[in-house]
């Protein structure tokens, strides 16, 4: 019980954020629900007593709204989409890693934020920050740097890309692409997606997701440098506790609705089930994100975030153009 107050304050936010972008659906939900938020956040505030479901909505109900839409779904346009945004994925993870070394050393910023603002930028923003931050030994003041320059620019993409989307009249698959492969979190990526248009945010989260699970091999060749280097020796990295599990559940759940069995009705629930949960997730996310801590992380960390953000952004469309998927 100690979560109801926080999911049903972000439950009435998603209903708002639902009517308003059923009104307003250049906006979309999605953003809306980032939007009221932030606003309340920044505002009136929240109690202490909202924080645990706000937490859990943040992250569960978000996890819950991809395995949802994965009814929606077929797994054969995932496999397609999946294999056709890999060349494009592995040409930004290694411009985020470069960008961020490269300029890190410019601005002399310490080693392990380096490596946390690379890594977050490259792959899932925060959760890659969560895994890689006990390999390397971070300290707390490192990690929260590094999730607060990442959440930063998570909250720009939102509004950014869908603008900048339209200005290039890039398509629908090739701005998923592009949002999928530039944005750092899942919930950014499925929020701008989505206000762009619903095919761009079915594409953006199957990009995406594609993704999140890189997060495995590069978890694993850091701890592998970093072992090399002596400066981990007793520790092991756990694949079971840095998979993103909900990953596995949206392709099952996307393999039983290619079977045909279950009725369009059910589909149709899941989908509006889906966009709901993703509304509440994201209000959530606002509600966590306090403006004057963000303003107060320092320059470096949030200049070194924003050049290799805006590499990662511009090499994605480059790779496209290269192979004329804008």
């Known amino acids: 019980m100690k979560k109801a107050k926080g999911l049903i304050l972000a439950g009435l936010i998603a209903a708002v954020a639902t009517v308003l972008g059923n009104f307003f659906p250049i906006i979309g939900s999605a953003v809306f629900a980032i939007i009221i938020g932030l606003v309340l956040k920044n505002t009136v505030g929240v109690g202490e007593d909202f924080q645990p479901g706000i937490k859990f909505s943040a992250k569960k109900v978000l996890q819950w709204s991809i395995i949802l839409l994965g009814f929606s779904l077929n797994i054969q346009d995932i496999g397609k989409t999946g294999a056709t945004s890999i060349s494009v994925t592995l040409v930004t993870i290694a411009v985020a890693f470069i960008v961020a070394f490269l300029v890190g050393k410019w601005l002399k910023i310490p080693t392990n934020l380096k490596i946390l603002v690379g890594v977050g930028t490259a792959i899932c923003g925060g959760s890659a920050i969560a895994a890689v931050a006990p390999i390397i030994e971070a300290d707390d003041d490192e990690v929260a740097l590094s999730v607060s320059t ?169 790779v496209q153009m290269i192979y004329g998927q804008l």
């Not at 998570?154 to 944005?183: C, E, K, R, Y």
């Not at 762009?196 to 592998?224: C, H, M, N, Q």
């Open 150 to 318: 990442i959440f930063l620019f998570n909250i720009l993409a939102v509004f950014l890309f869908p603008f900048f989307g339209h200005l290039m009249q890039l398509s629908d698959a090739g701005f998923g692409l592009w949002a999928g492969t530039a944005i750092n979190d899942t919930s950014s990526v499925v929020a701008a997606g989505y206000s762009f248009s619903e095919t761009a945010g079915d594409y953006a989260t199957i990009v995406k997701l594609t993704r999140a699970t890189l997060i495995i091999p590069v978890s694993l060749v850091i701890a592998g440098i970093q072992i090399f280097k002596k400066k981990k020796t007793s520790d092991t990295v756990s694949i079971k506790q840095i998979f993103p599990w909900f990953i596995l559940w949206f392709l099952v759940a996307s393999i039983i609705s290619s079977t045909g069995i279950l009725p369009a009705g059910f589909i149709a629930a899941a989908k509006w089930a889906s966009r709901f949960m993703i509304a509440m997730a994201l209000g959530s996310i606002g509600l966590t994100a306090n403006v004057k801590d963000m303003l107060k992380t320092g320059t470096k960390p949030v200049l070194l975030g924003l050049i290799t953000w805006f590499f990662v952004a511009v090499s994605s469309l480059l």
